[in-house]
């Protein structure tokens, strides 16, 4: 979240590579808690290396198996310890396979653009 400094009103955004740090650290502790859990990413700005003030985290997380709807399943994750506002996806193993088979844009940036755990 963005910081108000002490001695001005100017907010100031945390830069990308502490954002990065706090990702990898939230990835490895969400892999060592949660068994179902088989890969953590992130995609998007800060992925890419184009992150700027604003710029949100996106999130994606890999599951075994998963008995919620899609919708739901980011209920099942705290990202309240992370930097900055996160956009949270969560697949189960199958479904992911099923993304990566298809020819579209969002398929070739999980595949090729987004840093995986």
Do not use: N
């Amino acid at each position: 979240m963005p910081v108000r400094l002490l001695s001005s009103s100017v907010l100031r955004w945390p830069d990308g590579e502490a954002v990065r740090q706090s990702v990898r650290s939230w990835a490895r502790e969400t892999l060592a808690a949660e068994p179902l859990v088989v890969r953590v990413g992130y995609r998007g700005s800060y992925a890419t290396g184009q992150e700027g003030v604003g710029s949100d985290l996106d999130l994606v997380v890999i599951m075994k198996t998963c008995p919620l709807p899609f919708e739901r399943r980011g209920l099942l994750f705290h990202t309240s310890s992370l930097p900055v506002p996160c956009d949270l996806l969560v697949y189960t193993e199958r479904e992911l396979e099923g993304l990566l088979a298809r020819d579209d844009r969002f398929a070739r940036e999980l595949r090729y653009r987004t840093v995986w755990f």
